[in-house]
């Protein structure tokens, strides 16, 4: 059959049409999967980063909390640790009382207040390092003495927040005569006024003792300790031989800290 001119005019502008609408419904269809399906379309780029700042900060936050916790922790550990003569720890005391001097000495001079400055360090729960320096004046001057000690010092229990303890050691003594110009001064050492003696002197002291421990960190106590410095024998200007030994008792209080 044959198709009129007219007909094919009509034809051609439908096919358009039609043409037109299947791809009109296709990219309608596209542009639908692409919003549905499209990474962007749910999450920015920027709001990703953004993301993963936050999380890197929440995990560096929280690894410094955690370190700074474990410090805390570490301390208060240590701090817990610490007390009067534990072991590892530094005990210093500034000790003041009586010195009783004994024998010859005793007889020729008069007891004093006596200082010392005490320091020890503790080296397990049953010994400590012990160590001392002392002075103390007799007689208006007449006699005075240095001393500088070590030893050891045993912790003989700890009963609650009481420490007995027992000190044994050795050092260096120095004592001091000086004249007065008068024979009351001293059977045994009798010296013209102005005129002077010392000797360096080794010895020995032992004594007990026992401490309360205030706080971690603060202690007081007492110490009665026996000290006897070997003698040795100077000779003056007047020929006179002195005998510069002698053994002397210290009564002392304490107080100190630990660290």
């Known amino acids: 059959m044959t198709t009129s ?21 296709f990219s309608g269809a596209t542009i639908a999967r692409a919003s549905t399906n499209s990474s962007w379309s749910t999450q920015s780029g920027w709001d990703s980063d953004t993301n993963n700042n936050t999380n890197h900060q929440n995990e560096s936050s929280s690894t410094r909390s955690h370190s700074a916790n474990k410090s805390i922790a570490t301390a208060t550990a240590e701090d817990d640790k610490v007390s009067p003569f534990a072991p590892g ?17 005793g007889n020729n001079y008069s007891d004093a207040i006596g200082t010392q400055v005490h320091y020890t360090y503790g080296v397990s729960d049953l010994f400590g390092f012990d160590s001392s320096v002392g002075y103390s004046s ?3 001057g007449n006699y005075s003495m240095f001393s500088a000690l070590a030893g050891m010092r045993t ?14 050691g050795l050092g260096f003594y120095r004592p001091s005569y000086s004249g007065s110009g008068s024979a009351s001064g001293s ?3 009798m010296l013209p006024a102005g005129d002077s003696v010392s000797a360096l002197l080794f010895g020995v002291h032992m004594g007990p003792g026992v401490d ?7 202690f007081f106590g007492a110490s009665l300790t026996l000290h006897d ?27 100190g800290v630990t660290f």
């Open 5 to 25: 001119p007219a007909l094919k005019r009509l034809s051609v502008p439908r096919v358009l049409v039609e043409a037109i609408v299947v791809m009109v419904m």
């Open 89 to 105: 720890t530094h005990n210093l005391a500034l000790e003041m009382g009586q010195v009783f001097l004994m024998g010859n000495l």
């Open 138 to 140: 007799h007689s208006g």
């Open 155 to 168: 912790n003989l229990a700890w009963y609650d927040k009481i420490v007995p303890y027992f000190s044994f």
């Open 187 to 189: 059977s045994q050492v």
């Open 212 to 218: 309360l421990e205030v706080t971690k960190h603060v």
């Open 229 to 255: 410095m070997f003698g040795s024998t100077q000779t003056v200007a007047n020929n006179q031989n002195v005998n510069t030994g002698g053994i002397y008792t210290s009564f002392l209080l304490h107080a």
